[in-house]
Nanobody, 124 residues
Framework: QVQLVESGGGLVQAGGSLRLSCAAS????????MGWFRQAPGKEREFVAA????????YITDSVKGRFTISRDNAKNTVYLQMNSLKPEDTAIYYC?????????????????WGQGTQVTVSS
């Protein structure tokens, strides 16, 4: 059993920044990648970013590349999503997820465990 808990969401003005955190606890594998996904109103859940176990490899979707950064601190079992220059289109529930292998992937079904999500709302 793995638990993932997101935090850091909130309401911000366009152009602002937020830093999301995802803390993992419980039974985990030592070698796992982490990903961030989001679901906007009326849309399907989509991939945002992923990071390998080592932290060396990252995969950022084009719509947020240059604005968002993913990082991790394995000693704290925590992954972060730094979001800068936020736009109203970024409004969504953001979910973190864990993949039981070290390599990155944008595919939702490659991830075994999911958090409950944290709401990010960007006002214009």
């Amino acid at each position: 059993q793995v638990q993932l808990v997101e935090s850091g969401g909130g309401l911000v003005q366009a152009g602002g920044s937020l830093r999301l955190s995802c803390a993992a606890s419980g039974r985990t594998f030592s070698n796992y990648a982490m990903g961030w996904f989001r679901q906007a109103p009326g849309k399907e859940r989509e991939f945002v970013a992923a990071i390998s176990w080592s932290g060396v490899s990252t995969y950022i979707t084009d719509s947020v590349k240059g604005r968002f950064t993913i990082s991790r601190d394995n000693a704290k079992n925590t992954v972060y999503l730094q979001m800068n220059s936020l736009k109203p289109e970024d409004t969504a529930i953001y979910y973190c997820a864990q993949r039981p292998v070290g390599a990155v992937s944008p595919r939702q079904h490659d991830y075994n465990y999911w958090g409950q999500g944290t709401q990010v709302t960007v006002s214009s």
